[in-house]
């Protein structure tokens, strides 16, 4: 299986444990993982020529995984504010 770019392991290496965590105890930061995952994977497909659509697409996909990243990166912030 060929690695995707951009994994949440990637981009929150330092975190693995605690979205692991989350990702089970916490339906909206799960469904938020869960969005990040098949939106990264879609880029990926598309970068990779897998699925080729408009430049249109990628860029508004790009910018929909930087806003779904940009949110874990919030409640991941929040839940270190709390410990």
């Not at 995707?4 to 975190?15: A, M, R």
């Not at 970068?47 to 940009?70: A, G, Q, W």
């Amino acid at each position: 299986m060929m690695r995707v770019p951009h994994e949440l392991s990637d981009d929150f290496s330092q975190e693995i444990d605690l979205i692991e965590r989350m990702k089970e105890t916490d339906h909206r930061f799960a469904r938020l993982a869960t969005n990040y995952e098949d939106v990264n994977r879609e880029i990926f497909s598309i970068e990779s020529e897998e699925h080729p659509t408009t430049d249109e697409v990628l860029e508004t996909l790009k910018k929909r995984r930087l806003l779904l990243k940009d949110e874990i990166a919030e409640v991941l912030r929040n839940l270190h504010r709390r410990m």
